[in-house]
């Protein structure tokens, strides 16, 4: 998991400044600028309404005596999205917009379950209940 994590620490900001290269020798430097400008506000925009949304569903699963365990999940995809989004880079901004669109984050709250429950029966996450 170590070696993965730190080849997209290397891979990851290599090909954003070399995708930024190319769109600013296709486009200029200004429009590219601006583009990035666009996402950013744009995503910061998604987040905060997805965000809201989210905690408001949480509170009716409580209000009706339910764990809101899925409105976890959104909540986890829709802060990794907001974190992304704040990297300038248009790889990173395709991910924060995956993750926060609805349709889009099923996809990514499937792999995060998967991942939780091959930590759980790996023993290195555990569920502790209390009661």
Known sequence: MFRILLLLIIIVPAAEIALLILFGQAIGLWPTIGLILLTGVLGAWLAKREGLQTIRLAQLEVEQGRVPSDMLLDGICILIG???????????????????????RGIAKGF?????????????????SRR
């Open 82 to 104: 907001g974190v992304v989004l704040l990297t300038p880079g248009f790889i990173t901004d395709a991910l924060g917009f995956f993750l926060l669109i609805p349709q889009t």
């Open 112 to 128: 995060i379950l998967k991942l939780f429950n091959k930590m759980a029966r790996n023993g290195s996450f555990v569920f502790i």
